[in-house]
């Protein structure tokens, strides 16, 4: 009872300091809206290359033969991204000078010989050089180029095969070389055909499903995580020792505080989701019926309650502020990573993902994606609620443990 | 100047567990995300579905070689299966080996031998499909220098049958080395194999890290300007601007010191260069985020205040950077990023950086100002 009124006392005391501080209540709201729009808008723009500024590259040709130039043309050809590749025939030095100024993000060199050494099944290798400081960009070069090789290999081998039946079969060597470079032709142009053996059918992931409501819940999913670190730590009342033990004699304890904190914790970001969520919701991708409605709230406060008492216990274990800050947030972020908010969890190893399941932030994730994108009616919410009691539970129990042997 | 040690050091004797956490922490950090993430990048599979048709050797040599390519998870699945789990997302693809896959491809027919299924969430779609089709074309291409061989030979004494043709081309396939490309940096880190090549910038995520340490290690500039303190910085031989700078320097000189270890620890665990030219890079970076981080810690009085301000800023500078995530996108429409970003001239290895320069006026503007400007 009395510790009932010991919380009571501190979420007041805890929500007179944010009206006290009202000021600083919007900036909290739109710092993690600010980050997470940065954070698409800068993946956005790595992903959809300028027009204007294709990424360069520069083919060095020590070889100078049409079989140079048509790889040359399939390498800008074998991609969707022809349009943002541009490639320059340079000379070796001019492209060094030409990486090191941070004009092209890669170059190619191709060695002398290679076209005969092409025909004749020698080894041959492409030296691709890529820029350090573009280094997405050089290994998406790189990856381009690795396909083109790739075929081109498998061209290489049927080459040099017709090649040595050619030599059993007497031809002159005239003849044989027209032969070899019109089958090479063949390849190149049987390599650009080759999106015809697959027919490609997409399906769209039901009619409510579309990356823009996928990335949605995930941003939104981000910045609740975010939410409830910045504020939780906004409550922190850095009190001296001295408040502390004549606090501890009125029969205060650390866990009273800590739960009045999670309380006004949930409610500030309760009242935050609903105004941005009045936001978002202008727009028709969002369109719940009430219960949905009352499914999403539940395990969203389920997920909080569970972050927030592993922030308690982290909070209760460690002293120092910047390392339960450091904790805390690498904490949101492992917990924002496993989720498959930001990489499907699909993608992850294997081992990793059969961990990851028993994961709240992966548990609570993953309905709110069947519920807002899938709309499935059957919801089970016993083990997010189990582990949300275990978390609770632990935090008590670490709390009061801590109390008993530090008086 | 020694004067000033020793009382630093009298300040550390109580401090040293967290003095020495945050200057370990930048580079212990870094080698530990880079490692974590590269051992758990390397394991990673694309879940892709695939369909077996038709069981004739041609279509199960395909299949298997799917299965050993060490980017793709296969999981066997039928038709219907693979769509719905397409849909749901539990696959990022499917494709169907469909019935008649020999038979058309010994006919030298290659359209649509394989159908595949992929949704606007397919990440990986086409990278797979570029090695599947590969694949496929190694097939095709064989039966059709086949028909070449035998076109070629028509009305000479000597014959081959198709299968014999197959089974040369697919010797010199594996006999010999055949074109391969290879991939370094232009800096001279040779060529580490295919897997090593990180996603990370070694250097910039050290940045990042650091500059949240440096900002959390100069919380002594808050701490040390206390109201209560101030009465007995009267009776001090300096003056407490002098006082302030000098613990600057110190903290310059120790930091620059653990940086240069960093650096010597990066060249043996990550194979990253180390030369006279970085070390004044890396000085000139170091004063510049000194002089920032002293700068912040005279704007604010509380502490909690300032610490949590510190991890906002190391968020934002994460984010702008450009040394977590690739900003070369939006760097190169809106230039002025570039000059806003404290960790650009450093990542770039330019020698001019505007911040230092503004930073340095700004302490000399502070330090010729009167006392009571910030006392």
Redesign the interface.
Known sequence: MNSIKHILLFIKNNGLQLKRKWFSLPLLFF?PII?VV??I??????????EN?PIRIGIVDLDQSTETQMVTQLIEDST?LGNYVEADMMEEEEA?TA??N?EISAYLIFPKQFTND?YN???????????????????LI??I???V??????????I???N???K??E?SDTQRND?ILE?FQE?VL??LG?????????????ATS??IQ?FTTGALFIILTTWLLAIY??L?A?NSKQIKQRMYLYGVTELQQIIAKMFVTLITVFLFSVILLVIILESPHFDFEMNEWIKITLISLFYSISLLSIFGILEVLTV????R??CQ?FLALVSILISGAVI?V???????QDIITYAFPYEAFYWLTEIIL?NRIYTDYLPLLMITLAAVCTLAGVSLGKERIKP | MIDILKTRLIHWKKQWM?LL??LA?PTIGTILIIYTTTA?QQ?????VGIVLEENTPLASELYHTIQQTPLI?VVDVTEAEA?RK???????SA?IIQEGYEEKIQKGN????????????S??Y??V??????L???D???T??AH??RQ??EG?S?Q?SIEE?IV???E??QE????????????G?QSRSENE?T?W?TWGLWAVLSA?STL?IF?WVIKERKPILFSRYAFMRFSVKSYFLQNLLIYTIILFIIDLTTAYLFHVFLNEELTLNWAVLLFIHRLTMNTTAFLIGLLFRQ??VY??V???IA??IA??SGAV??????T??FTWLEILNPLHSF??EEWMNPWIIVCVVLIAIWKTRGVESHA
């Open positions: 710092f980050a940065l954070v808008l800068i993946v956005a723009s790595f992903f959809l290359p300028n500024n969707q060094q990486t090191s941070n092409l099944g020698n080894s041959v290798e492409l030296p691709v050089i890529g820029n350090p400081r573009k280094p997405m960009e050089s290994l790189h990856e180029i690795g396909s090789v790739r075929h081109i290999r498998a061209s290489q081998a049927n040099s095969t017709i040595e039946y050619a059993e079969l031809m032969l089958q390849f049987y390599t080759s999106n015809q053996i697959v027919n490609e059918n997409e399906v769209t992931n039901q579309s990356p996928y730590n906004y922190h850095n120092s502020y910047p390392l800050l450091l947030s499907p699909i993608y992850f190893p294997f081992w990793l899938h | 967290s956490f945050w922490f758990i394991d990673s599979q694309v879940p998870r769509k397409v849909e749901t997302h539990e696959l990022d494709f290659r359209n649509w031998l394989i159908k595949s299924y992929t949704s606007d969430l990440f990986a086409t990278p499909k570029e090695m599947i089709i590969s496929v074309q190694e095709t291409g064989r059709k220098t070449i061989v070629i030979s000479s000597k081959w043709i040369k081309a697919k010199i396939q010999e080395n055949l074109l391969r490309s290879t991939f370094s940096f232009a800096d880190e090549v996603i910038n949240l959390l919380d502490i909690l610490y949590s510190s991890f906002v968020l934002f984010i702008i995530l690739p900003n070369d996108g939006l190169s429409r990542l770039n």
